[in-house]
Every structure is written in structure tokens, then in C-alpha cells.
């Protein structure tokens, strides 16, 4: 018997019994729908996490204070006093692949310029932080060397303060601000960075040279962070073990000892995300797949009614001459033609979901050409799995018994 | 003497059911010839209904020969069995077994679609031609639901002659009709006879009988009787003396 009688049997029969037909498709359709859009929420969701993160640097390494013992006590990582400049210049000797690398001393407090306020966070750095930081300046300038030297009272302003202290057309280079009562002259503006993936406001800050703060707002000689860049994304792992290395020797922490510091990098941070989404995506993956079984085994419960319904043609067809093995062929390729038909009906749907899901929630949601695969073979699979059972209590029905049938 | 289509010899069935050991057949010899209209009677539980089975090939005899257009098909499988049945043989049953939501033409296409050496376009010329053999040329589009009991059975006929075989087997063909239906229906095979075609028909009406020219009795398992009909009465004529009540099934 050929494989296009075959279809041409299986399809008759489909076609004579439309309702049921649908009704059984209906139940692959959602599940693989489901499936579709689920992963799609998913993966928008984990590669809108790895935009976001690489958007703060992906080759940025950060170092802060651990926390250690002192004379018996736990001390909280913010009251340490272990990171230093000389820290600092260790690494740039010592670290071949981290290309740039700046300190980092913040504090909180007012901000006020003529009758305005606002509550902002200063970051003392040098220079090279914008650029490992991916912080562009919209107006104005970085300052320089020199003024980090002299402990200059100059600064530039993110986005979030410009609106919050000057007026809309206001052009503040060249203003002078205070914060903490010590006056601070305006040399530029930070482009707009929007929220961060953790819901942070990355335009409410305001920089400054390292030493100002250091000196003139906190009078201290430590380092709240240290924020380095490797020389590449891949080298990532490699200088952070230089940092490391470097940083046990400068704080002469003999082997066995814990760290007195915290090295992270971005690359990690990303990684982590990235496995957490995954977990996700498994998750709602495995919620969606749960509803294609159940839409399988309706196939399989349609597949035995329509076995027993049909007995009668089954008798006849077998009293003409068709072997058990076309019987069995064509009940398969009809369980399998609805799981398909159900399935490619599905991915149709499913991919109309995500979009509108995308579009009405806001969501990020991107389709994978590998699920629409995926469920195309899970579908396949399905058909002949859930199928294979009724088809073969087809196929071994007795032709005098099956023919006589009521 | 024409050539043999049909030779069994000592043919035994037997069905266990439970303990009890059943023999539906009990050394069964019999020979049809080519051309034969034989008709096959007896009460229920004779046997008559296991010997067209065997002779249907849809069973296999217990033991004993059966030799089928001089063949031995007594130890066939499955499969074998399936493709004889396809080539050789054309069943009409009592209930037509049409499928239903299916059109006639489709109907009657069904035994060839199982023949994969046929091309489609063979395969449409073949049914068209059963059907108008039976008469139905213009119903090929019509459904079962739309056909009257005659129309239907005769359906059915189109679909055992279209594969050209060897032998027809009917199983109280007209069992399920009125008895003018039934004596157009007998007027049928009457004439697919005439034209060559060997004829086994099942029934345990003597009426009906009277059509065949040879009828064989079993009863409990052996044949009791076998007599060539001394005058075969023609169908057409008979349809004569009865009374037209409705005239929508006349040939």
C-alpha cells in the first residue's frame, strides 16, 4: 500500500468526522501555543536581562570591602577600611589585562541649587570610570587629572538631578551647586541612562573627582570600591584572578586566609541572570509541555472512541484486503496528521500570543526558530506515541467479529 | 465441467469457548465451478456462517484443504489472506457496511485503494464502471444516507465486483430488504452470473434459493443436502407477480 492512499484514507476519515477532528486538535493547538509563547516570554525576558546588564559594561569588574574578623568581631563590609588608593596602583602595575581601572568614594546627601533640592548619591572616581562604567557625557566635560590632584570642587550631573534642580531650559555647565554645603561648579552633563534591570534610577548621581570627596565631604583615606575593565569580554575571569592575586599580596593575606575583599565581575553577574531566566524558562516551558500531554492524550482517548466507533469499517476494510499493517498506518497517520495540523495551527497561534502579550503587557518576547522546531517534532512525536496504542488494537481486531460489530 | 474455483476437502473448524471445545465444521467437501450460482443454507448455529468465513479467507480452517482458484489458502496468514481477499474475492454482507459520509464512487473505490500496482485515474474508470454495472451511474455522488436499501446494497455490489474477482460471497445479502428489493437485488446477481461471475450466496430463505442453481444445506456442522435446482426461477419474472406498492427502486 502507498504512503499517498494512505494520506488520502486518513484525510477521508478526518474529513468525515470534522467536529471531532477539530475538538481533538483543539487540545495540541493550546498546548503548543502555550509552549510557544511561554518560551518566547522567557527568553525576551532573559535576553532583555543580558541588554540591560552588558548596557553597564560587560568587561566591568568591581571589587568591594569584605567582610572579616577584628579582634573577635564580624564586621559589615561598609564599615571596612581595607581598600586603598595604593590598592589601586597595584593593580595597574600588576594586572596586564585590566586596561583601565578607577576608585570609587560615595556618600549621600542634598544637593541645592538656587530654591531647589534634591537628594542624590555623589560618586568620587577618576576620569576613566565614564568609560568603564559606559557613562557618556551629554554636555560639557570630564574633569581632569589635574583637578583630581587638586581636589577640585567640580562635577558633573546625571540626568535625574539636572531635572530636579534646574529649570527645563536651564543650561547648567557652568553653574555652581552645592552638596553637603560645599560648593561644586557644574562642568557637565551625563547622558540619560534609564533604570537599570533592577529598577534603579542610573541618572541620580552626581561625580566628582576621588579626592574631593575623599577630602573635602568625608575626610577619609579608603576606598568605598575599586571599578576596573578588562582588556576584553573573554579576559574577563582571567583579570579578575589577577585582582585577586594582586589584592591578597597588597594585604599581605597569607594562604588559607579568607579574603578581606570581594572581587565581581560582570561577565558572573550576567551568567547568573542568565541561569535564573533559564530556570524561568524551564519553568513555564514545563507548565506549557504539561498542556501539550494532556493535549496528547486526548488524542489518544479520541483515537480508542474512534477505534471502537469505527469497528465495523475497520471489518470491511480488512474483508477487502487491507493487511493489519494498513489499518495500523492508518490510524497512526491520523493521529499524526491532527497533532501536526494541530501543532503548525499552534505555533501560528502561539507566535499571534506572544505578540500580542508584547505589545498589550510590555513585555519583552522574542519567538525561537529552535521552539517552533521543537514542538514540530514534540507534535510529530506525540501523534505517534498517543496514537500507536488505539492504532494497534486496530489493526488486531478480528475481520469476522469487527465486520458483525453493533 | 468448468474449471474449479472452489476445493475443499475435509475441511474441520473448531472454537474453544472456555473449556468446551466447539466444532463448527466437521469434515466439510465441497467443490464449486466456475460460473455457479450455489446458494448456502441452514439454521443458525449449522455452520454456514464459519464455511463463508473459511471461504471468504477472513478464517483459516482448523484442519483440511481449501484450494481457492488452485490455490491452497488453508495456511496462509494474515497478510496473504488479506491480499487473496483483495485480488480474488468480493463480499457483499446483509447490513451493506457502507461507510458512511462517503459517496458511492469513494464506496466502491475502497478494495482498490488497497491495491497499490493501480493508478488513481484506474482506479475512478473501475468504480465508475461497477456502478454503472449495478445500475447507479447516477447516484456515484450520492451518499448512503441519501440511498434507499436497495440503492445501497446494490452499492455494495459495485464494491465487490470492481476488483474484477474471482468469486462473489454474499451474506444474506437480501436480509435486511423487502422482498421486492430483495428479488431485484436477486435479478442482480442474476445477471453479473450470466455474465460469468461465480456466485456463493448465503441465506436461509428457500425463496431466495430458488434464484441459485445449486443450494447446499448444513446442519450442525456437516452438509445435509446438496440438489441442483431442477428450474431456476428468472428474478425479473418473478418480480412480476408481485404487486407494485412503490415504484422508486425498479430496475
Same mark, same amino acid.
Given at each position: 500500500m502507498n504512503y499517498i492512499n494512505l494520506m488520502r484514507i486518513a484525510i477521508r476519515a478526518l474529513k468525515r468526522n470534522k467536529t471531532r477532528t477539530f475538538l481533538t486538535m483543539l487540545g495540541i493547538l493550546i498546548g503548543v501555543a502555550s509552549v510557544i509563547a511561554m518560551l518566547a516570554i522567557g527568553q525576551g525576558s532573559k535576553a532583555s536581562i543580558q541588554t540591560q546588564l552588558s548596557s553597564m559594561g560587560t568587561n566591568m569588574i568591581f571589587v568591594m570591602p569584605g567582610s572579616m574578623f577584628r579582634g573577635g568581631v564580624q564586621m559589615g563590609p561598609s564599615n571596612m577600611q581595607s581598600l586603598k588608593m595604593t590598592d589601586l596602583e597595584a593593580i595597574e602595575k600588576n594586572c596586564p589585562d585590566v586596561t583601565m581601572v578607577s576608585p570609587e568614594v560615595r556618600t549621600s546627601g542634598q544637593s541645592i541649587y538656587s530654591n531647589k533640592n534634591w537628594p542624590t548619591t555623589i560618586y568620587g572616581v577618576t576620569p576613566q570610570y565614564l568609560d568603564i562604567r559606559k557613562i557618556t557625557i551629554e554636555t560639557g566635560r570630564i574633569f581632569t587629572e589635574r583637578e583630581v590632584k587638586n581636589s577640585a570642587k567640580v562635577c558633573l550631573i546625571g540626568k535625574t538631578v539636572k531635572d530636579n534642580l534646574f529649570?527645563?531650559? &536651564? +543650561?547648567?555647565?557652568?553653574t555652581v551647586i552645592r552638596f553637603k554645603n560645599i560648593p561644586f561648579k557644574v562642568i557637565g552633563v551625563l547622558a540619560e541612562k534609564g533604570q537599570?534591570?533592577?529598577? &534603579? +534610577?542610573? +541618572?541620580d548621581l552626581i561625580v566628582a573627582p576621588y579626592t574631593t570627596v575623599q577630602k573635602?565631604?568625608?575626610?577619609?583615606?579608603?576606598?568605598n570600591a575599586i571599578y576596573a575593565s578588562a582588556a576584553s569580554e573573554e579576559l574577563g575571569s582571567k583579570a579578575q584572578t589577577e585582582i585577586e592575586q594582586t589584592l591578597r599580596e597588597q594585604h599581605k593575606i597569607k594562604a588559607g586566609e579568607e579574603d578581606d575583599f570581594t572581587v565581581r565581575s560582570q561577565t558572573e553577574l550576567v551568567n547568573t541572570f542568565s541561569s535564573v531566566s533559564n530556570v524561568l524558562t524551564a519553568l513555564l516551558g514545563a507548565i506549557a509541555g504539561i498542556s501539550l500531554l494532556v493535549g496528547g492524550i486526548g488524542i489518544m482517548n479520541i483515537m480508542f472512541v474512534s477505534v471502537t466507533e469505527r469497528t465495523r469499517e475497520i471489518g470491511l476494510r480488512m474483508s477487502v484486503g487491507a493487511r493489519s499493517r494498513d489499518i495500523m498506518m492508518q490510524f497512526l497517520v491520523e493521529s499524526v496528521l491532527i497533532s501536526i495540523i494541530g501543532g503548525i495551527i499552534g505555533i501560528i497561534f502561539g507566535m499571534g500570543a506572544s505578540a500580542l502579550i508584547s505589545s498589550i503587557m510590555g513585555w519583552p518576547v522574542m519567538v525561537m526558530p529552535q521552539s517552533v522546531v521543537l514542538s514540530f517534532v514534540v507534535c510529530t512525536f506525540i501523534g505517534v506515541f498517543f496514537g500507536w496504542y488505539p492504532a494497534r488494537k486496530a489493526a488486531e481486531l478480528d475481520p469476522i467479529e469487527a465486520i458483525r460489530y453493533e | 465441467m468448468g474449471k474449479k474455483i472452489i476445493e475443499v476437502k475435509q475441511v474441520r473448524k473448531d472454537y474453544h469457548v472456555g473449556e468446551v471445545v466447539v466444532h463448527a465444521l466437521r469434515g466439510i467437501n465441497l467443490e464449486i465451478e466456475e460460473g455457479e450460482f450455489v446458494a448456502i443454507m441452514g439454521a443458525s448455529g449449522s455452520g454456514k456462517s464459519t464455511m463463508l468465513n473459511i471461504l471468504g479467507c477472513l478464517d483459516t480452517p482448523t484442519s483440511g484443504e481449501y484450494y481457492l482458484d488452485g490455490t491452497s489458502?488453508?495456511?496462509?496468514n494474515r497478510n496473504q489472506l488479506a491480499g487473496i481477499r483483495n485480488r480474488k474475492l468480493g463480499f457483499v454482507f446483509q447490513a451493506y457496511n457502507l461507510l458512511p459520509r462517503t459517496t458511492a464512487l469513494e464506496n466502491v473505490e475502497l478494495p482498490l485503494m488497497?491495491?497499490?500496482?493501480?493508478h488513481s485515474k484506474d482506479r475512478k474508470k473501475m468504480a465508475i464502471a461497477a456502478l454503472e454495472a449495478v445500475g447507479l451511474a447516477d447516484r456515484m455522488d450520492h451518499m448512503p444516507s441519501q440511498l434507499s436499501g436497495g440503492q445501497q446494497q446494490r452499492v455494495a455490489i459495485a464494491r465487490a465486483l470492481v476488483n474484477n474477482p474471482i468469486l462473489i460471497l454474499a451474506d444474506e445479502a437480501t436480509g435486511n430488504l423487502d422482498t421486492r428489493t430483495s428479488f431485484e437485488i436477486m435479478a442482480l446477481f442474476q445477471d453479473l452470473n450470466r455474465q460469468g461471475k461465480t456466485i456463493v450466496f448465503v441465506t436461509h430463505e428457500p425463496d431466495i434459493a430458488n434464484f441459485t442453481s445449486r443450494r447446499i444445506v448444513f446442519r450442525d456442522g456437516l452438509i445435509r443436502s446438496e440438489e441442483r435446482t431442477a428450474s431456476v426461477v428468472d428474478a425479473r419474472e418473478a418480480l412480476k407477480t408481485i404487486p407494485v406498492l412503490n415504484n422508486h427502486d425498479a430496475l
Open positions: 529649570a527645563n531650559n &536651564q +543650561d547648567p555647565v557652568g537599570s534591570g533592577f529598577g &534603579q +534610577d542610573q +541618572d573635602r565631604i568625608l575626610a577619609i583615606t579608603w576606598l | 489458502v488453508a495456511s496462509m488497497y491495491n497499490a500496482s493501480l
